[in-house]
């Protein structure tokens, strides 16, 4: 890797933002040196590279710094074009998947009040009512079903495997069926598929250590309420 | 304008978000049909075209829909290549752009907020403190000011202009200065400067009409909270 086209990943482990990055990048086959930050003690580097957010993933390339994890892949797609693409290239199906793209992130966002705690029924019901509405667009999108095997890995794959890809961990530590293949059939197949690819396998973190940090994480939660 | 391309924007007069599409329509020269919708009665076309989030705009292009205000302006400059860019072609600058649209949005989710009057306080607190951060970012983005005299209308000033056009009608309603040359000169001079232009004045709705409908908005949220 010449120092001429050097790229750092910033970021820390259980991240899921970070890890559409990761995968993005090992899709493409882009090389690059990654660096754990500590959150609760922030390196000069991350402060200096992302002043707005503060926050992780960053992709520094070539010193220049890349922020906020869907505008990282699509910088990702649009420099590295030699790769397979991310994005599919007719413009009708590239406005279908940044639809998508931001709606997985509302997903997201439903699970995280979960994890919170802050009012658990309320937050399930948004969840499971945004998941339907998901799995019905994603029938849309791939009526054939369970879509990763006969082409390459894209932007919505990546999104779909980080959004879900630790549901078994989140469902031991805070009680909460996340997917039922008998509600959300397409995502749940899908997920899997995805989780048997090797360059999935190798970025998922290990499921005790997860579990471990979730406990900790609820723990923390409830006791700043109490 | 033959029916094989037809372009046609369902929108509601008032919306910014609406008005993002009508602007980068017109700033691209592509001739649309405008169909205003009555938010309280939606038509059967709108729910047909955006069954996930039932809003406007929705942009129907040969009879497909494409929804979101920011992918529908991606969607249009990566279909009609032919007018002004909107977005620059360097990905390295197209990720500045989107990342700054992404803040510009979180922006105006503050100035929600305060119309929404909740802990108005709070809201102008932090509107303050995120305005702060957009203009020291455009500084950075455009080190010679007032950005729009020498270059063809982009994204950023499609998302500025929208984003604090109806400034002075909210200002008279909400008794807020949202802008204030001192704090922000660079925004203000570059907002002045947009609402010269002949294409953003003709899609400018009138200063009485958005203060009527403003302090209709504001009664109704009072008495909703009272």
Not at 43 to 53: A, F, I
Not at 124 to 131: A, M, N, S
Not at 151 to 160: A, C, F, P, T
Request: proline share 7%.
């Amino acid at each position: 890797m010449g120092e001429e086209n050097k790229v750092t990943v910033h970021g820390m482990w259980l991240s899921p933002y970070v890890k559409r990055v990761e995968l993005a990048l090992k899709v493409k086959g882009i090389p690059f040196e990654y660096v754990e930050e500590d959150l609760s003690n922030k390196s000069p580097l991350l402060l200096k590279y992302n002043p707005v957010h503060k926050k992780v993933p960053v992709l520094v390339h070539n010193e220049k710094p890349v922020n906020e994890s869907l505008v990282i892949l699509e910088y990702i797609d649009e420099t590295w074009k030699n790769g397979p693409r991310l994005l599919p290239e007719d413009p009708y199906e590239r406005s279908k998947v940044r639809f998508w793209a931001a709606y997985i992130q509302h997903v997201m966002e439903c699970m995280l009040k979960i994890f919170k705690a802050e009012d658990q029924e309320k937050a399930c019901e948004e969840f499971y009512q945004k998941l339907g509405v998901l799995e019905d667009g994603m029938k849309n999108m791939f009526p054939e079903g369970s879509p990763v095997k006969s082409r390459n890995i894209g932007l919505l794959d990546i999104l779909i495997v980080v959004a879900f890809g630790a549901c078994k961990a989140q469902e031991e530590v805070f009680g909460v069926k996340f997917l039922d293949p008998n509600n959300t059939p397409l995502i749940t197949s899908w997920l899997n598929s995805l989780l048997e690819l090797p360059v999935v396998k190798e970025s998922v973190p290990p499921h005790d250590k997860v579990v471990s940090f979730l406990r900790f994480f609820k723990e923390s939660s409830s006791n700043a309420q109490a």
